[in-house]
T-cell receptor
Framework: SAVISQKPSRDICQRGTSLTIQCQVDSQVTMMFWYRQQPGQSLTLIATANQGSEATYESGFVIDKFPISRPNLTFSTLTVSNLSPEDSSIYLC???????????FGPGTRLTVT | QQQVKQSPQSLIVQKGGISIINCAYENTAFDYFPWYQQFPGKGPALLIAIRPDVSEKKEGRFTISFNKSAKQFSLHIMDSQPGDSATYFCAAEGSNYQLIWGAGTKLIIKP
């Protein structure tokens, strides 16, 4: 299974600022996903990030608010822009390796917006 | 049609008992059904998964039962232990390899 790390593990940010979350994988993967999880809730997919192409965003999520980069097969970033308290959540990256159905998750980044 | 319905929302089981969590789906195009275990402050961890060509899969104390005709699948945890206390999510893989998630079940194992 892939080993995934995320940075930062948690952060407290002021309203109106931005936070960039990094996701690093220990092996090359074809697909990476970014999720949001409110405490005690299920996971909501923000976008799918494939190397070499624009990220595909789910309904309710837009590129201006959640820009994503995927410069290579082991790394991706998610930026949460123009932060508001409603953005306080846990943000998770996950990966799916080609030909393997299994999807693995990073430890998450807990964001608190004040 | 893209939903996965999970029940119960919470479950309390005595140590040594059997924990059962159920999920139902509508979309017959789903072809992969994983279960994830999540501890507080951690990311979800893949526990066990099944494809619809089999009716049951067992890994240690964890078993998935799959009923294709009823479009239901369930997780059974045998000999439940306090260390199994966590939130469990079922999911189904839809188009574009995206997982459709159940709402989650908070499992508490009483010693």
């Amino acid at each position: 299974s892939a080993v995934i790390s995320q940075k930062p593990s948690r952060d407290i940010c002021q309203r109106g600022t931005s936070l960039t979350i990094q996701c690093q994988v220990d092996s090359q993967v074809t697909m990476m996903f970014w999720y949001r999880q409110q405490p005690g809730q299920s996971l909501t997919l923000i976008a799918t990030a494939n190397q070499g192409s624009e990220a595909t965003y789910e309904s309710g999520f837009v590129i201006d608010k959640f820009p994503i980069s995927r410069p290579n097969l082991t790394f991706s970033t998610l930026t949460v822009s123009n932060l508001s308290p409603e953005d306080s959540s846990i943000y998770l990256c996950s990966v799916r390796q080609g030909g393997d159905y299994e999807q693995y998750f990073g430890p998450g980044t807990r964001l608190t917006v004040t | 049609q893209q939903q996965v319905k999970q029940s119960p929302q919470s479950l309390i089981v005595q140590k040594g008992g059997i924990s059962i969590i159920n999920c139902a789906y509508e979309n017959t195009a789903f072809d992969y059904f994983p279960w994830y275990q999540q501890f507080p402050g951690k990311g979800p961890a893949l526990l066990i998964a099944i494809r619809p060509d089999v009716s049951e899969k067992k890994e240690g104390r964890f078993t998935i039962s799959f009923n294709k005709s009823a479009k239901q699948f369930s997780l059974h945890i045998m000999d439940s232990q306090p260390g199994d206390s966590a939130t469990y999510f079922c999911a189904a893989e839809g188009s574009n390899y995206q997982l459709i998630w159940g709402a989650g079940t908070k499992l508490i194992i009483k010693p």
